[in-house]
C-alpha cells in the first residue's frame, strides 16, 4: 500500500468510491463531499476528491493530533476536530453526527448554487467493501 497516493490502504476505496459516484451522476464537478474519519480513510478521500474535482469536509476525533489534520488538510480537505470521548460516535457531538450535520447545513447552501453536499458514510456505504472485494481482496 506505500504505493497508493497518500500511503494507506483506504485510498482505493476512497477514490472508485467518489468515482463511482460520478459515473452514477450522484455527485459532479464542484461538488462537496462530507465525511467521517479516523484518519486514513481522510487522507485518501481527500487526495482523490480533489483529483475528481470535488470539495471534501472531513470530521475526525481530536486525537488524531493537529499533525495529521494539516497532512489531510494539505490535500485540499477542510478539517473539523470532534470530540473524541464521545462514543458511540453518532452521539451529538461524535465526529460521526458532525459530519451529518454540516453535510445536510452545507448542501442546504450548495443547492442555492446549484450544487450539491452529500455525506459519504464510509462505514455503511456497500461501495467501500466493493472496492475492497474489487482491488485488495483480488491482491
Do not use: W
Not at 500511503?7 to 476505496?13: A, F, L
Not at 450522484?26 to 478521500?45: C, K, M, P, R
Not at 472531513?58 to 493537529?66: F, K, Q, R
Not at 489531510?72 to 473524541?84: F, K, M, N, S, T
Amino acid at each position: 500500500e506505500y504505493m497508493n497516493p497518500t500511503c494507506s490502504v483506504k485510498d482505493r476505496p476512497a477514490f472508485l468510491m467518489l468515482q463511482t459516484m460520478i459515473d452514477s451522476g450522484e455527485l459532479n464537478n464542484g461538488d462537496t463531499v462530507v465525511t467521517a474519519s479516523g484518519g486514513n480513510f481522510a487522507q485518501g478521500i481527500a487526495a482523490a476528491a480533489t483529483a475528481l474535482g470535488l470539495k471534501v469536509i472531513v470530521t475526525a476525533p481530536a486525537d488524531i493530533g493537529e499533525q495529521r489534520a494539516r497532512i489531510i488538510r494539505a490535500y485540499g480537505a477542510e478539517v473539523h476536530l470532534c470530540d473524541g470521548s464521545v462514543s458511540p460516535p453518532t452521539l451529538p457531538g461524535g465526529y460521526q453526527a458532525v459530519a451529518r450535520e454540516l453535510a445536510e447545513k452545507r448542501n442546504a447552501e450548495e443547492q442555492q448554487h446549484g450544487r450539491k453536499c452529500l455525506y459519504l458514510d464510509q462505514f455503511s456505504d456497500h461501495r467501500n467493501s466493493k472496492s475492497h472485494m474489487d482491488t485488495t481482496g483480488v491482491e
